[in-house]
């Protein structure tokens, strides 16, 4: 952010790049496959989906708020791809847009609730939580929906150059989308502002409601964009895709330091986070530890995480 | 009765000469406390005896919170001692500190507010029969010791629908309900109005009749005069003296910055230009009551009045923060159409709020961002900001105002008031305002700083500015404006000039007609 930072700070305000970089040397150290182009492509894979939903709601919870209904929105923004294109047969394109369209505009709806309709965020997007999901089943009948064209199935399993695969590649995409967004529009910077201060920003003459509009949207548009990737990379329109992942896409953006109360945050860190559950999930998987004692060291992670991230900002 | 005190507070100190042997209530010997980069507070001395008031002086960042921290447990010292009777005590905790007496008011209260005021004074140790809450004892427990102190507050009465003189009060009631034998009271009249002050320490004078050490920190010196009998003062964590509350107020300003401050408001008064801002009347059902007036280029415009006159909802109505019944705002010449803070920002209007925490900075961000609020708009094109000249007006923004930040990419938090405040004021020169709504310009801030906000002051009147000031601070209403309005129950009761103004002129229109805009 800054122009002229030490390196000294760099260090101390890269905390989970540090837990990333630990993470990975003790995984090298543990299993012999995990430093191996091939696993680490596949992690960024698997992550791919989820840090993309993470990036959308850092705009969200940079500006303060929170977004709960992003996996139901994925599964919501699938399956209108899904049935645009295997029931309408609809033109690929024309699909694409309408269930991208889909996200956003299930984002724009949340936003709406929270400034016209004064809800607080956590219980709009609860709501959409549950309408989303409730839509991408009425929509389906209930079942996955199947077959996706081909030139989507190939996002899901592609790779560029022969060896980046496609997934990992639209996920970096989005990733400097959301840098460029924060760092350098007029709506990233007011997100920063009315997470940091909101009377104040109003105050200051900022459209504080126009702007949470935008969040929310661009929130949903990422949910969007997320469900026609998982839809490829499961090559079928599942209205149950995406059944929890908010969950995922918070941790990551608190690992990745940002504060629940808004104004601080960014999209490295987020996609970070992303990466040290990827890690984790990954190596846990190397080690054959049971799935149910990942749910578990997963969790502690979590909490190790944020708790030390709180303590180095004490202590500044 | 302000010379009654006097005497007193002479004869206490010839008193305490002769006691050595007695232990006073507390002592705090040699106290230091280093923060990485600074020694907060350095080889400290402070006692306190039974039934006196100390104040403690000081500029922002002298070392005052931090002294009186280590007494409510939050810091400990690391060199020094602090002693209770004479025995050395080590107040590790917040709780520690309760169990020895000793309770500390905040200026941010820690009042839940959904809970009534019996609730809240007993926060955490209601008294119970069998495991549940007493509700009769606790409402008549807290009753008397509202009593006590003769407040009239209903026990029942949520905390949310008491106004901030009473909320104190009731943090008074309840250090009273902890035994408290050492009350720590943190500018507790930074948001009183006269009256109400008055109140305060009257309950203040009872408590030093109970013998209740009272630990007082103002930035205002005519109250150390009325309240206190020592004051101890502090400049940049070391003890620069003790000396009796009767000391010259000059005297006392030069302790505290280290040089004399010959002129505390030193208005020069421009040439006043076109009318920039003209108001007619405004209504605002309940609130505010047909207010017309004007303010010029080149003028400081002063509302005086006591708190609740409505003079903080006119400034937000004026600048579109909170709503209006009707009434009409201009701003050179042009009728504004909406009633909105941003349609406010592009007439010129820059509104900088009594409450800078809440209102006025985004705390988390840094001086650059913050100076940047209002005016991003001016460096975006297409929806991106061009940073580098947002940067650039920010750093020369700095230096104009001379704001003492280690960069510009600090966060703001971690600066003064005084110079956060700058911040604010830097923020609408930014947007280009002309009119300049200043609501309480120097609330908690010391008083070097106060003076370099009101030369900031004479500069932008200067260049054409007129401001509209809100204060509570009496001194400063009179000696910064030129024209002062005074408003009681939500209209203009009267209009002085600087030169008919006085602090009994302006009380009288302040009580005006008070009492009957209560119902």
């Not at chain 1, 661009?218 to 949910?223: C, Q, V, W």
């Not at chain 2, 050492?182 to 109140?199: C, F, H, K, N, W």
């Not at chain 2, 708009?377 to 297409?382: K, L, Q």
Request: hydrophobic share 45%.
């Amino acid at each position: 952010m800054a122009e002229r930072i030490k390196p000294r700070e760099i260090l101390s305000r890269s905390g989970p790049l540090w837990g990333l970089i630990i993470l990975c040397v003790v995984m090298t150290i543990l299993s012999p496959y995990f430093l191996t182009f091939n696993n680490l492509f596949n992690v960024g894979t698997q992550i791919a989906v989820i840090a993309i939903l993470a990036l959308g709601q850092t705009f969200v919870i940079v500006s303060g708020g929170i977004d709960l209904s992003v996996g139901s929105v994925l599964g919501l923004a699938g399956i209108v791809f899904g049935w645009a294109s295997v029931v309408a047969n609809l033109p690929l394109l024309v699909a694409l847009a309408l269930g991208i369209g889909a996200g956003a505009l299930a984002g724009l709806t949340n936003g709406l609730l929270i400034t016209l309709g004064n809800l607080p965020p956590f219980i709009a997007t609860l709501a959409m939580l549950s309408a989303a999901r409730g839509l991408a089943l009425v929509i389906s009948g209930g079942v996955p929906l199947n077959p996706i064209p081909g030139a989507i199935l190939s996002l899901g399993s592609g790779d560029l150059f022969g060896f980046v695969p496609l997934p990992v590649v639209l996920m970096l995409f989005m990733w400097a989308l959301t840098i460029g967004i924060l760092r350098s529009t007029y709506a990233g910077r007011c997100m920063y502002a009315i997470g940091g201060n909101e009377e104040a920003s109003r105050l200051s003459g900022i459209n504080v409601s126009r702007q949470k509009l935008i969040v929310y949207t661009l929130s949903g548009l990422f949910a969007g964009i997320a469900g026609i990737l998982l839809t490829a990379r499961l090559a079928s329109a599942d209205p149950q895709a995406g059944f929890t992942y908010e969950l995922d896409a918070i941790a990551s953006v608190v690992i990745g330091g940002a504060s629940l109360s808004g104004g601080v945050g960014n999209a490295s860190g987020t996609l970070i986070g992303a990466l040290i559950l990827g890690v984790l999930r990954n190596g846990l998987n190397l080690l054959n530890v049971s799935a149910f004692w990942q749910q578990v060291i997963i969790g502690a992670v979590i909490a190790l995480a944020v708790m030390t991230d709180t303590l180095r900002r004490k202590k500044r | 009765m302000g010379c009654g005190k006097l005497e007193i507070a002479g004869g206490g100190i010839a008193r305490w000469g002769r006691n050595e042997v007695v232990s006073p209530l507390l002592e705090m010997r040699g106290i230091t406390k280093r923060f990485p980069g600074v020694t907060a507070l350095d080889g400290v001395d402070f006692e306190l005896e039974k039934g006196e008031v100390h104040v403690i002086l000081g500029e922002n960042g002298a070392g005052k919170s931090t002294l009186i921290k280590m007494l409510s447990g939050a810091y400990h010292p690391d060199e020094g001692e602090i002693l209770l009777d004479g025995q050395r005590v080590d107040i590790s905790s917040a709780a520690v500190a309760q169990s020895k007496g000793i309770s500390t008011i905040y200026q941010e209260f820690n009042l839940v507010p959904q809970l009534t005021v019996a609730e809240n004074i007993f926060l955490g140790r209601q008294p119970r029969r069998f495991g549940i809450v007493d509700r009769r004892k606790m409402r008549d427990e807290a009753h008397e010791l509202l009593e006590r102190i003769k407040v009239r507050v209903d026990p029942d009465a949520p905390v949310s629908t008491l106004g901030v003189a009473q909320r104190q009060m009731v943090e008074i009631a309840k250090a009273l309900s902890l035994d408290a034998r050492i009350l720590i009271m943190d500018e507790p009249t930074a948001s009183l109005s006269g009256q109400e002050v008055d109140r305060l320490f009257e309950i203040v004078r009872g408590l030093k009749e109970e013998e209740v050490g009272v630990i007082f920190i103002s930035h205002h010196l005519e109250e150390v005069t009325e309240i206190g009998d020592r004051v101890t003062v502090l400049r940049d964590g070391k003890m620069v003296g003790q000396v009796p509350a009767t000391t010259d107020h000059q005297e006392l300003v030069r302790m505290m910055v280290g040089r004399s401050i010959e002129d505390q408001f030193p208005r020069r008064r421009p040439e006043v230009g076109e009318v920039l801002l003209e108001v007619t009347e405004l209504l605002r059902e309940g609130v505010l009551e047909d207010i017309s007036f004007q303010v010029r280029a080149g003028e400081v415009v002063g509302i005086a009045g006591i708190v609740g006159a409505g003079r903080t909802e006119l400034a937000r109505a004026i600048f579109g923060a909170d709503p209006l019944d009707s009434g009409e705002v201009w701003v050179e010449g042009r009728r504004m159409e909406r009633f909105d803070p941003r349609e406010a920002k592009h007439r010129g209007i820059g509104f900088i709020t009594e409450d800078r925490q809440g209102q006025g900075i985004v705390p988390p961000l840094s001086v650059a961002e913050n100076l940047a609020l209002a005016s991003l708009g001016r460096y975006t094109s297409a929806g991106f900001v061009n940073r580098k000249e947002q940067r650039s007006r920010a750093q020369k923004m700095i230096e104009e105002l001379q704001i003492r930040t280690p960069s510009p990419e600090q966060e703001i938090r971690y600066l003064s008031g005084g110079n956060q405040q700058k911040v604010v004021i830097g923020k609408w020169l930014l947007a280009d305002s002309k009119v300049l709504i200043m609501d309480e310009p120097t609330r908690g801030i010391d008083v070097g700083a106060k003076v370099e906000i009101y030369e900031l002051m004479n500069e932008l009147t200067e260049e054409g500015a007129g401001i509209l000031m809100i204060s509570s601070d009496l001194p400063e209403v009179l000696g910064m404006s030129d024209r002062i309005l005074v408003m009681a129950g939500g209209r203009i009761t009267g209009e002085l000039s600087r030169e008919e103004a006085s602090q009994e002129k302006v009380m009288t229109l302040a009580t005006q007609g008070s009492e009957a805009a209560v119902g």
